[in-house]
């Protein structure tokens, strides 16, 4: 295509909006996202099949917010999978990811329903981070895993550690603390996540790889191949990145910046008031010796100076 530029790389990159719902938001490339979601479960339960569903969602009440959500899909068994490809850092993900899947919830009783049948499907959030979820250390607690950018979530009794609800549950990746080697790469969810973070930076598919399940990304994913319009779309999603990108690194330089000034300053200040303190210190022992050598009671010139009685002993 005359239009494809080298700036852009050989293949879409996932982590673009377009991107993202080029490979795993069309119904004819499904098993793309069912591929990806068994990887994440690994076991845990085996999806077959997905059926994609609105994403857009108004409020029962006119003050309700409306939410929008990247995919939602529900599975061959009921499940409901609200996957999400969260570009910035921000600050309330946790709150953002609950309220998500509290609206889900809510949704699954029909509003007036009689009775005590409060029988609810699966719900999972899906969540893609290219951020660190915890990086200002919200959580409070210090994660120590094999895996710190794998956030495996469930309700459980905290003293027992059980699970206390299976049909719930969060699992979400920060892509930026994986940081496995092509050798290193022990699972599918490993490779899946090496081919998230470095695909826009591949020219073929590798043999470290599973052709099997990767080798369709590699078929649609070439950019030489979107047409004029899709190209024109994908321009738009990259260029939107970047620019999201560099206002974030700009601010977080300012903040940074700014941050090392007001530490400049502080430092600066207590340095001067440590120093007055000093001066003034030297100048009280320098008067209580004089006032000890004229014999005055040492008591007084404890009282006098402002220093401890055993300060002026020892002069």
């Known amino acids: 295509m005359a239009r494809s ?12 909006d377009f991107g993202w719902k080029f490979y795993f938001g069309r119904e004819d490339n499904k098993i793309l996202l069912i591929e990806f979601l068994n990887s994440l479960f690994h076991g845990e339960k085996i999806i077959s099949d997905l059926r994609y569903k609105p994403v857009e969602h108004d409020g029962d009440y006119e003050e309700m917010r409306r939410v929008v959500f990247d995919l939602h899909c529900i599975g061959s ?5 609200i ?6 850092f921000q600050e309330f993900f946790k709150d953002r990811a609950v309220y998500y899947t509290s609206r889900l919830i809510n949704k699954q009783l029909a509003r007036g329903k009689k009775g005590s049948d409060y029988y609810l499907p699966e719900v999972y959030f899906i969540g893609i981070l290219e951020f660190d979820m915890d990086r200002n250390g919200s959580s409070g607690i210090s994660r120590v895993t094999e895996r710190p950018y794998f956030y495996d979530v469930a309700l459980c009794d905290k003293l027992t550690k059980e699970i206390f609800y299976d049909k719930l549950g969060y699992k979400i990746i920060s892509l930026p603390l994986f940081n496995k080697q092509p050798e ?3 699972t599918v969810m490993d490779q899946w996540l090496y081919l998230l ?6 020219d073929r598919l590798p043999s470290f790889l599973d052709k099997r399940i990767f080798g369709l990304i590699f078929e649609i994913g070439e950019i030489g191949k979107l047409t004029e319009e899709e190209l024109m779309s994908y321009e738009a999603s990259l260029k939107h990145k970047r620019d999201a990108e560099s206002v974030f690194n700009s601010a977080k330089k300012s903040g940074e910046a700014l941050g090392h000034a007001k530490g400049l300053a502080e430092g600066l200040a207590e340095g001067k008031a440590k120093g007055l303190a000093e001066g003034e210190r030297k100048k009280a022992l320098e008067t209580a010796k004089a006032f000890k050598e004229m014999g005055l009671p040492i008591a007084d010139i404890a009282k006098g100076t402002g220093l401890s009685v055993e300060e002026v002993e020892k002069l």
């Open 83 to 88: 996957i999400e490809m969260q570009q910035l």
């Open 184 to 186: 290193e790469l022990k």
């Open 77 to 81: 068994d009921g499940e409901v999978f």
């Open 197 to 202: 973070k470095h695909l826009s930076t591949m």
């Open 5 to 16: 530029k080298k700036h852009l790389g050989r293949y879409v990159d996932p982590r673009t």
